[in-house]
């Protein structure tokens, strides 16, 4: 039983809407194109953080139909069957196709499942339209995938063969290497959702016990779960102790033997540790402040404080899954100071008052913390980094031992001009 504090505050925030997700779904399933409906601002968004090519039609958003009554929306309608119609025209690849929703008022007011709905008996199975919410109203930037593989997830076959579903975007390589861990322990059957392409979707059924890999599907593991998927608890595969302890969980529900297990990852766990111990010594007894965006943010103090003695000031999370979070909660020292929600002013008094190490926070909040002398680390960098994994445990402190490595540097050039 968990014994951590456990807050709430709400308020002002700072954090990216869910369109940001784009950027790593987009990379994971080349076969898939995602079509914002949006306006300039989601366009901009979408092309300065991502780089990526990315039809956001600004005529959707406020540009145009701010130009219209509200009738227009029929004319709405028309007009984004048209966009589609030249977009599949133009890209013949795609296989399926993401109608993704955001924040002005005239994009909320359609219909985006109906619109789906409509396209997909027109296309006629040609091209798979589904549709989410990437609104920053409505989410942080994590949830956006959340999103998008819940909507895949009514399209799995059913089955009802016994397999490991991996849930959450991983990059390629880890993936594989989990796949050979697992199969090294005896379970070959192993899916991944999403799939390296969008069209090639794994099944799922009563068979299925799923790990998830990031902590930031909560519509997704519930929609497996009534699918008839069991989603087997365990803190997540971050840090050498998150990993062992995710992939018994799974060795346990297939009943593998402990001895094959510790034989397997034993040999692991020590090369990781000793990889770790030059950014442990870094890191021991530095004090952190993580503030809320990501939600990955409490495997991450769990690490940080149990393999490389950081110590927690206050742990934010945008969004508390108890039931999910509740192996991770257990492994947190007694009484850490967890904020579930963001009320930004406070936040940022609290951490001007603590004056911490390191601040983990979102890229706005990074410069003026920076600008305070406080070092400072993006926890957006943390979603695009191969972090997941035994192997990948010095890769992971060495996150966070950089920016204090470039404060101390940079103190040091300070004082040198005094
Ligand atoms: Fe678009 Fe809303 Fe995200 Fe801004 S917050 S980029 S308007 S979805």
Redesign the pocket.
Known sequence: MSTATLLKESGPREVF?G?TSIVWLHRRMPDAFFLVV??R??AH?IQSAAGVMIFAEPRFGTAILGERDLAGLADAHDELDRVVTDLLARRPEIRTLFLVG???SEVIKLDLARVAERLNDVLQGRVRVLNYS????ETTFTQGEDGALNAMVPLMPASQEAQLLLVGTLANAVEDRFKTLFARLGITKVESLPPRQANDLPSVGPGTRVLLTQPYLTDTARALKQRGAEILQAPFPLGTEGSRLWMEAAAQSFGINHTLVDATLEPLIVRARKALEPYRQQLQGKRIFLLPESQMEIPLARFLQRECGMELIEVGTPYLNRDLMEPELELLPPNTRIMEGQHLEKQLDRVREQQPDLVVCGMGLANPLEAEGIATKWSIELVFSPIHGIDQTAELAELFSRPLHRRERLNTQLLAQI
């Open positions: 809407c369109l949006g306006s601002t989601c968004l955001s924040c002005p990437g609104s920053g109203i």
